[in-house]
């Protein structure tokens, strides 16, 4: 007998083909159930810094309001470490079923494919986005008896007394360190650099005169630069802060180009059902246009995206060219990875 080359095209072919429809309809179908019944069970966000930060906050006040439109509770989970890579890897680890998101920012899913040699996990391939929530701007300031009164000042000063000079940050290569880095680079001098467990620490350094500069996000430095303590000299981002809308950004200042700021979004892990993502970005939307949330948001410096940049196709299309924009600058600042 002679065997056909090719497979033969008759009742077996026609059986197979619907086996594969079938399939996919059930596998379909279970999706669909799954997301409808969807969440059947508490919620764990992962937020992976401790509690108190700007992450911790926002991530609390969005999935807070997200559990009473869910109708079940979202309990957050603060796992530290690594600057944020244990919670994040525990996040890409977990099982693809909704039921374990993770409160990601500028660092853990852009700045720290750059900061490490060897990632634990990748924000593109290992995530699959919710939902872009806010951006923070960060603002340059100074112990208040720095004889300098802005920017330019500052860079003269600078110039002249580098080698006597500290700058402080949340951690070697994290969004308020790279946001000082910047100005020193573009200014062309060297300043020691101290970090610190958290702006705070930071902060009171610099009230103690121990510390020369500082680079927090507005909210957290606000407070004391309203009571005299610190002053600010320039706001990092494009545009100005509607919580200090009378100071002056880097670039209307001279100096063009300095990326200052933390935005903070929701992550699933990648293989999360669509519909599954979608309930999630619908709830954390609506989150987000509540009002209250709204106002609270303002309150700590926190600004809302537009509707328009808030959605998971938005944010996919984000991760890499926050990654491609971070790995310039973190190159440019000379930040070894580690």
């Not at 693809?96 to 720290?112: K, S």
């Not at 933390?262 to 699933?268: D, E, M, R, S």
Request: aromatic share 6%; charged share 15%.
């Amino acid at each position: 007998m002679i065997e056909h080359p090719l497979p033969v095209r008759g009742p077996s072919m026609s059986l197979h083909r619907r086996l594969i429809v079938m399939t996919l309809l059930l596998v379909g179908s279970v999706q669909s159930a799954a997301a409808q019944e969807f969440p059947s069970r508490y919620i764990t966000a992962i937020v992976p810094f401790g509690p108190g930060n700007s992450v911790d906050i926002v991530g609390r006040l969005i999935t807070t309001r997200m559990s009473e439109l869910l109708g079940q509770q979202i309990v957050v989970e603060n796992i530290g470490g690594a600057g944020g890579a244990v919670g994040t890897t525990r996040a890409a680890r977990a099982a693809p079923d909704g039921y374990t998101i993770v409160v990601g920012g500028t660092d853990t899913f852009a700045q720290n494919q750059t900061l490490n040699e060897k990632p634990t996990y990748h924000p593109v391939t290992d995530f699959a986005p919710i939902v872009l929530a806010v951006v923070q701007p960060i603002v340059l300031v100074a112990r208040k008896d720095l004889p300098v009164a802005n920017l330019r000042d500052l860079v003269a000063y600078m110039k002249i007394n580098q080698g006597k000079m500290q700058f402080g940050s949340s951690g070697i290569g994290g969004a308020t360190h790279l946001a000082c880095a910047q100005i020193m680079t573009a200014a062309g001098v060297t300043l020691a650099h101290v970090p610190y467990r958290s702006a705070a620490a930071g902060i009171q350094d610099m009230i103690s005169g121990n510390l020369d500069l500082y680079c927090p996000v507005v909210a957290g430095a606000l407070p004391n630069i309203e009571a005299g303590s610190i002053k600010a000299l320039a706001i990092l981002t494009n545009e100005r802060s509607e919580l200090m809308p009378q100071m002056a950004t880097a670039g209307e200042q001279g100096m063009p180009g300095i990326q200052g700021y933390y935005w903070i979004g929701l992550f699933a892990p990648t293989g999360t059902p669509e519909p599954v993502v979608a309930r999630l970005y619908t709830t954390a939307n609506e989150a987000l246009n509540t009002p209250a949330i709204q106002s609270r948001m303002k309150e700590i410096g926190a600004a809302i995206m537009p509707p328009e940049q808030r959605t998971p196709a938005y944010l996919k299309t984000f991760i890499p060219d926050e990654i491609a924009k971070w790995a310039t600058i973190i190159k440019a600042s000379g930040v070894a990875p580690k």
